[in-house]
């Protein structure tokens, strides 16, 4: 059976690289010939493109000190985007074809028995990259390919006004509606009136024993990995809890002036083996709060509003909705609470729902499909 995956794989985001490389490698450990659809959709391509060009691009206008940070931050773009390129290249299959456009992809009309679409937020149509109908998978033709999303997501979007009629056409094509939150849950059940079901991010469906580098870092440390700027308070908040606990605070991924150790061009390995070995974890992001559920950390999170929805969704799954920053966890610092969090209970919870995530995933594939056995150990 040969299984094409559409989602966001080129772009210069850890989550986003892991979530498609963490769909691929379940797949093609459950023995199917699957790729990945090398779309990239020319504004969501120049959009992660445009911070690396050259220093030659600047103003002359700019004075000398200026173009000199510019081009430092070009440089750092670049090595980041080229070790997540190397890392993807090294881990996934790749379609033959590389797309930049809606009309190139009808060629793949009938290449596949399955496309899947997802993981990440595919189909936030409240972004950047607005509406785009391929995400929805309509140049595929369901008379020769089953169409399925696996943990696809709405992200902040929470209505889909003038687009709910093309939409709701769409969704109502696939075979199978799997998401990856609660709002999109809602969405496709009251806008399109289309069963869907949740599921687990594909980050969680896999090992990464072998997909981690071990920091070289001597010292414990904090690990922040935030995209977004934090407020005095939460500055604060990780200041004493590093003085307290005699922490060195790390960044992975980004600058930030309270880190004593800067890592902006980590790989993805690099990524994974610093979070599985920090002491505790800081993040404003979807996937460090995955990562540090996956390896069992103490972790704070600070919630930014486009997030809000699908991080605290996912804490609520668990039982960690207490792991979000308030000026009540201040006073946790001097009595450890911060650090108790009941891994036991959690890994029955997450186990299980593993479990039926990949389950609903290899259903929806062999839909149709007899004599097929579901093995997802």
């Known amino acids: ?12 985001n850890y989550g986003a690289t892991l979530q498609a490389c963490a769909l691929w490698t379940f797949l093609n450990s459950q023995g199917y010939d699957v790729e990945i659809i090398d779309y990239r959709p020319l504004k969501i391509a120049w959009m992660y493109f445009r911070p690396l060009l050259p220093i030659k691009r600047v103003k002359s206008s700019i004075n000398e000190s200026k173009k000199i940070r510019i081009n430092q931050k070009s ?3 670049i090595s980041k985007y080229w070790k997540m390129r190397s890392f993807l290249l090294s881990h996934v299959k790749l379609s ?14 009938d290449k596949y028995d399955v496309v899947i679409c997802g993981s990440d937020q595919i189909w936030c ?6 509406y785009n109908s391929s995400f929805f998978l309509d140049f595929v033709s369901n008379k020769t390919t089953r ?15 003038s687009y709910q009629q093309e939409i709701y056409t769409l969704i109502n094509q696939f075979q199978t509606i799997l998401v990856r939150d609660s709002n999109s ?11 869907a079901i949740k599921v687990l991010d594909p980050t969680f469906l896999i090992k990464y024993d072998a997909l981690k580098n071990p920091p070289k870092i001597a010292s414990k440390y904090i690990l922040l990995y935030v995209q977004a700027d934090m407020e005095a308070e939460e500055e604060e908040f990780i200041k004493l809890l590093a003085e307290q606990q005699n922490l060195t605070i790390v960044s992975v991924g980004r600058y930030e002036r309270l880190a004593q150790i800067n890592l902006e061009t980590a790989s993805p390995k690099d990524w994974i083996g610093l979070h599985s070995e920090a002491s505790y974890i800081v993040t404003n992001t979807f996937h460090g709060t995955v990562f540090s559920i996956i390896f069992h950390k103490p972790f704070t999170v600070f919630l930014p509003s486009d997030k809000s929805n699908k991080v605290r969704d996912l804490l609520n799954d668990f039982g960690l909705t207490n792991r979000i920053f308030s000026e009540k966890s201040k006073p946790q610092l001097f009595n450890k609470q911060i650090f108790d969090i009941d891994y036991e209970s959690v890994s029955i919870t997450l186990e299980s729902k ?15 499909e007899t004599d097929s056995k579901i093995n997802v150990e």
Request: with cysteine; charged share 25%.
């Open 185 to 195: 849950l809602e969405i496709v059940t009251n806008e399109c009136n289309k069963e």
């Open 147 to 161: 169409k399925i999303s696996y943990a696809a997501s709405f992200g902040n979007t929470t209505e889909l006004g």
């Open 1 to 12: 059976m040969k299984i094409g995956i559409l989602t966001f794989h080129h772009v210069d």
């Open 75 to 77: 440089l750092i773009n």
């Open 354 to 368: 593993i479990m039926e995530s990949k389950k609903h995933l290899i259903e929806a594939i062999l839909q149709g």
């Open 96 to 109: 033959q074809k590389r797309f930049y456009d809606k009309k190139g992809l009808k060629s793949y009309h």
């Open 125 to 130: 149509i409240a972004s950047f990259r607005g």
